[in-house]
């Protein structure tokens, strides 16, 4: 018999996730017939109590909002870009028992980043100054981006990005809300991490740059009204949907240990979005 290994996604909300779909594909793919994964709601002051009471069967989580400050809190050790990012996404239980913390936000952004042809020395503009903004100031470290402009709504959000583009070593400019339009249509790089709705009135406004690339975090609805205006525009194009899998991939090889099928992972998330 197959040895009983569990994994999880918690957040809170969480029954919209579409985490079990792409793992448990990759599970039934790899041959991991032990293996299943499933959906736990959490609220973050909740998690330290979850991972304590979990039991030698679970080999990680996946953590989403708005629990990923408290993910690397409760982790024995973590990866320097989880350290740096302030945020984990990701648990992986250790054979000694302990917890080891990891951002795959980060790399997926990264890969996402680089199939869309991004390269060394570009400028980004990002839209937002949230959890996932802090994850795009590490993927522009890692891509060797020139500059990073950050445009939000609340110059206080700016300020506590500062010290993480610090950590990163990335230089960031901030930039008003009000702007926004402007510097997306000189922007060579653009990543909107706002929630739904937020960056709707600028799709109207914004005058795409020939040859640009966008990433629209979201992916439900989509296309996005401002993503919409980017296709239309001829711009290479990313999102959320893209950004799930290749963060969910990351995951996979660390709880598994074993190469990640990604092509059955995708087929099972586009067929769950049809």
């Known amino acids: 018999m197959a040895l009983r290994r569990q994994v999880a996604v918690v957040g809170k909300p969480i029954a919209h996730s579409l985490s079990p779909v792409i793992h448990n594909a990759g599970y039934a793919a790899a041959g991991l017939t032990g293996w299943s994964y499933t959906r736990i709601e959490c609220a973050a002051a909740e998690l330290p109590d979850l991972v304590a009471g979990l039991g030698p069967e679970w ?3 996946s953590v989403t909002m708005p629990g990923k400050e408290a ?21 992986v239980r250790r054979p000694d028992g302990s917890w080891y913390a990891d951002n795959t936000d980060v790399a997926g952004m990264v ?19 949230g959890g996932t903004a802090r994850a795009a100031l590490a993927a522009a470290a890692q891509l060797a981006c020139s500059s990073v402009t950050v445009v939000a709504r609340r110059a206080a959000a700016v300020d506590e990005l500062r010290p993480v583009a610090r950590a990163l070593g990335v230089a960031l400019t901030p930039a008003g809300w ?20 937020v960056a709707d009135p600028l799709a109207g406004a914004v005058a795409w740059r020939p040859g640009a690339v966008f990433f629209d975090a979201l992916y439900d609805p989509w296309p996005t009204p401002l993503a919409a205006s980017a296709v239309a525009a001829g ?8 950004l799930l899998l ?11 240990g074993v190469a990640a099928p990604v092509e059955a992972m995708r087929e099972a998330l586009l067929a769950a979005r049809r």
């Not at 690397?72 to 984990?88: C, T, Y």
């Not at 702007?179 to 709705?197: E, F, M, N, Q």
């Open 178 to 197: 009000a702007d926004a339009h402007r510097y997306l249509s000189a922007a060579g790089v653009a990543v909107s991490t706002v929630p739904k709705g």
């Open 246 to 256: 290749a963060q969910a991939v990351g995951q996979f090889e660390q709880f598994t």
């Open 71 to 91: 993910a690397l809190a409760v982790a024995d050790a973590a990866s320097p870009v989880a350290v740096a990012v302030g945020a984990a996404n990701t648990l």
């Open 235 to 242: 711009l290479r194009v990313v999102s959320g949907l893209d």
């Open 59 to 61: 080999a990680g989580l």
């Open 111 to 129: 890969q996402v980043l680089t199939d869309a042809g991004v390269m060394a020395g570009a400028a980004v503009t990002v839209l937002g100054a």
